[in-house]
């Protein structure tokens, strides 16, 4: 059974810093091509950053600069360091484990102005 669990969300003024990290089980996690995505209060669920089987990452172009993704295969865990938060990085974060249905629950990040 696939488990995707996420941890780290919560509020910070804006400026600040958060790493949210997400461990999976039940998958082969180093086949994987996972990431983050996220859900704000009116909008669809959007990419954030990506990172493939080979460690090459993506990024929306949004927080460029600012996120930074990664794995470590030998943990299942992917990690997603936010600095530089701005309001409109508000939204709950969702980890994706690289295939159909295979997310976490989600965690809130509030960016206070």
């Known amino acids: 059974q696939v488990q995707l669990v996420e941890s780290g969300g919560g509020t910070v003024q804006a400026g600040g810093s958060l790493t949210l990290s997400c461990v999976a089980s039940?998958?082969?996690?180093?086949?994987?091509?996972v990431g983050w995505y996220r859900q704000g209060p009116r909008v669809s669920r959007d990419m954030v950053a990506t990172?493939?089987?080979?460690?090459?990452?993506e990024y929306a172009d949004s927080v460029k600069g600012r996120f930074t993704i990664s794995r470590d295969n030998a943990k299942s865990t992917i990690t997603l360091q936010m600095n530089k938060l701005k309001p409109e990085d508000t939204g709950v974060y969702y980890c994706?484990?690289?295939?159909?249905?295979?997310w976490g629950p989600g965690t809130q990040v509030t960016v206070l102005t």
């Open positions: 039940g998958i082969v996690f180093s086949t994987r091509n």
């Open positions: 994706y484990g690289g295939a159909l249905n295979d």
């Open positions: 990172i493939d089987r080979g460690s090459v990452t």
